[in-house]
């Protein structure tokens, strides 16, 4: 099982009413961060969670997982070079 990800902001693109991770490599997630500390302090609204976070670059577990986040899965699970 992978380690849990760090706290922090992550970016996601909204389309159709369906939330999706956008990918950042090192250097735009650190631009997203600093980015975030503008807003300083960010208002976390801690009771309207929106999902569990996973690492997409990784296979998960898809028994721990619910039935939208197994078809996500499989989907990644097809994927070629991601979780390799």
Same mark, same amino acid.
């Given at each position: 099982?992978?380690?849990?990800?760090?706290?922090?902001?992550?970016?996601?693109?909204?389309?159709?009413?369906? !939330?999706?991770? =956008? /990918?950042?490599?090192?250097?735009?997630?650190? $631009?997203?961060?600093?980015?975030?500390?503008?807003? +300083?302090? !960010?208002?976390? =609204? /801690?009771?309207?969670?929106?999902?569990?976070? $996973?690492?997409?670059?990784?296979?998960?577990?898809? +028994?721990?997982?619910?039935?939208?986040?197994?078809?996500?899965?499989?989907?990644?699970?097809?994927?070629?070079?991601?979780?390799?």
């Amino acid at each position: 099982m992978s380690e849990a990800l760090k706290d922090g902001p992550v970016l996601f693109y909204n389309k159709g009413g369906m !939330l999706y991770p =956008v /990918a950042l490599d090192q250097e735009s997630q650190q $631009i997203l961060e600093i980015t975030c500390r503008l807003f +300083s302090p !960010l208002t976390i =609204v /801690a009771d309207r969670p929106q999902g569990k976070a $996973i690492n997409l670059l990784e296979r998960p577990d898809v +028994s721990t997982i619910n039935e939208h986040d197994k078809k996500l899965a499989a989907v990644i699970a097809e994927t070629p070079g991601v979780g390799d």
